[in-house]
């Protein structure tokens, strides 16, 4: 689902019409953290996988919520959540930022 979302912001078939993702794709939740992709045991993918869930209680849970906290990056609070979003994304967390940024 995110890469139809990646490619419908990037790739746009009429030229000149910006990107205008569905309201659908706000639903998405957003991908777990790096560290809990990686996590090279079962006792530690838990403890990364209850530190998602804080994370995710903190704020960003779906895209939606990437979106609306990036258009209101200029506040404390905003910028504190990109922040801890920032600090552990992996690569699709990264386009999904940079992609959700254009819009």
Excluded at 13 to 35: A, E, F, H, T
């Amino acid at each position: 689902m995110y890469l139809w979302f990646l490619i419908g912001c990037v790739v746009c078939i009429k030229s000149g019409v910006p990107c205008d993702p569905s309201q659908s794709y706000r639903n998405l939740p957003l991908p777990s953290m790096k560290s809990l992709w990686e996590a090279p045991t079962k006792e530690k993918w838990a403890a990364e996988l209850e530190l998602s869930h804080i994370l995710q209680s903190s704020g960003l849970s779906n895209l939606g919520d990437l979106l609306d906290t990036q258009a209101s990056a200029s506040t404390m609070s905003s910028a504190r959540k990109l922040d801890r979003w920032n600090a552990g994304v992996d690569t699709l967390g990264s386009l999904l930022n940079l992609t959700s940024m254009i819009l």
